[in-house]
């Protein structure tokens, strides 16, 4: 009995070796290469921003109809994270005054275009809506990005190739907008809530009428004096592009 043990045992140390050889080889197998695409475009939270972070999943695509005023009066989170707030979880639909736009291009530049939207009941009552181009890192593998597309290009049909200063629409455009709910941090943008909230990206924008020229517009376009806004956290900050 003893002699069939001592036999055997080579044979099971060989498997051993052969199974350890092979398993092994197959935890150094490189894994099937990073699929990326793409240019550096932005860099906080910016997979938040063009709906690539893993936190997408839970956004309700159903949209939730409500107001430029109703937005703006909601409660930032303090601390702005790599993840998302309750609010960033929803697409949202406005209907709203474009007061203008422009394309976010140049050195410091994400390449999206910056609309302002206006509350209809008081046009100083201002938020940000983006639209990300899809040419960016993350934008372009987005689940979203021919969304951008399509939406970008709606707009250049509609109102010709944004300038990288800001244009105001005199007069201007009434408009049904839909997009993610996102808030950004307060840095003296053009058009930015007092909670900085933004619609980012926009899904669908759809062009009403343009207004009469005898409405008054706002003279100047100011971010608030007084925000209401969330900082950026460590994690917020770091995120990859």
């Known amino acids: 009995m003893s002699q069939r043990k001592s036999q055997s045992l080579p044979v099971i140390i060989l498997i051993c070796l052969v199974v350890g050889v092979l398993l092994l080889r197959y935890l150094r197998k490189p894994g099937p290469p990073e699929i990326t695409c793409g240019v550096h475009c932005g860099t906080e939270r910016w997979q938040i921003k063009t709906v690539s972070d893993p936190g997408a999943a839970l956004i309700n695509w159903t949209p939730e109809h409500t107001s430029v005023a109703a937005l703006v009066a909601l409660l930032a989170p303090a601390a702005l ?3 998302r707030a309750d609010a960033e979880k929803k697409v949202y639909w406005v209907e709203a005054i474009l007061l203008g736009w422009k394309a976010e291009s140049g050195q410091h530049g994400d390449r999206d275009f910056h609309l302002v939207l206006a509350d209809p009941a ?34 250049m049909e509609r109102l010709s190739a944004p300038q990288a ?10 408009v049904r907008v839909q997009g993610v709910g996102f808030f950004d941090i307060f840095h003296g943008q053009t058009g930015v809530a007092e909670n900085c909230i933004e619609l980012h990206p926009v899904l669908q924008i759809e062009f009403v009428r343009q207004l009469s020229p005898a409405v008054a517009l706002p003279r100047r376009i100011e971010p608030p004096a007084d925000h209401r806004c969330g900082r950026l956290s460590r994690s917020g900050a770091g995120e990859e592009e």
């Not at 990300?132 to 021919?146: D, G, K």
């Open 81 to 83: 994270e790599d993840t």
């Open 122 to 155: 008081d046009l100083s009552r201002t938020m940000i809506a983006e639209v990300p181009s899809s040419e960016c890192v993350a934008a372009c593998s987005s689940s979203q990005a021919q969304h951008f597309v399509e939406v970008r290009q709606v707009l």
């Open 165 to 174: 200063h800001f244009r105001r629409f005199d007069p201007a455009w009434v």
